[in-house]
């Protein structure tokens, strides 16, 4: 009877605690949605006033829609092209063993290790020799270098619980490797990519460091403005732009969820 209450006791008290770290890591994140719909020229909580001025103002000026919609560009062009290096980089790095695989998966892993910061000062010199600093090619290039190691780990857990077997029976019966991997290991990684396409489309979206050295004011992405507005003048625009995003990034989320089941009965 006395271990029981002590279990309860100690049961309230980390559901008590776990809450209480949920509600100080979402609140200030969920409190922006609110205050964007208050009136021009305020931001503040509770809003005085209830309206969508904030989001006319937003779709209405070209100085935040161009750079949303360049965001946009920028992390549809990186996510496609991290899905096409990074599904075949992910499924040879697991399935064949060659000389200096260690050496290659620590390089291709490398700008999760190394600070941003170095990334994106190296990212500069190197692509402003080439001409193509306060370009989107240059941009899309520099993100694709950042992001497809996130993109790799998800499709390399993929990858690894893929049966072996399946595969070999395949070639037994005479398919040639490139059949293999497009009618047998694709369809079974489809939610794996897809997962690990969200999660690139969002780093891309998200990212700032790299877009602030290599950014020009015609290829402008929205993280960027959002900095730059908070630095040199507070929109209120600013809290109709979060709120976005903030919904945005609830729906990826909840669509990877839902496809981690996807993924386990795939396999």
Known sequence: MVVDRQERRYGRLRNVIAFAVYAFILVPTLIVIPISFGGNGELTFPPRVWSLELYEQLFSSSSWMGPILQSLKVAGLTMVVSILIGVPASYGLVRFDFPGKRLVMLLLMSPILVPVIVISLGLYLYLSRLHLVGTTAGLVASHVAYVTPF???????????????????????GA?????????????????????????????FDEVVIAWFLTSPTTTTLPVKMYSSIQWDISPVIAAVSALLTVLSLVFCCVSVFLQPAAESSH
């Open 151 to 173: 993109m790799m780990m998800t499709v390399m857990a993929g990858v690894k619980k893929l049966d072996p077997a399946l595969e070999f029976a395949t070639t037994i019966m």
């Open 176 to 204: 040639n490797r490139r059949t293999v991997f497009f009618k047998v290991v694709l369809p079974q990684l489809r939610p794996s990519i897809f997962a690990g396409a969200l999660f690139a489309f969002l780093v891309s």
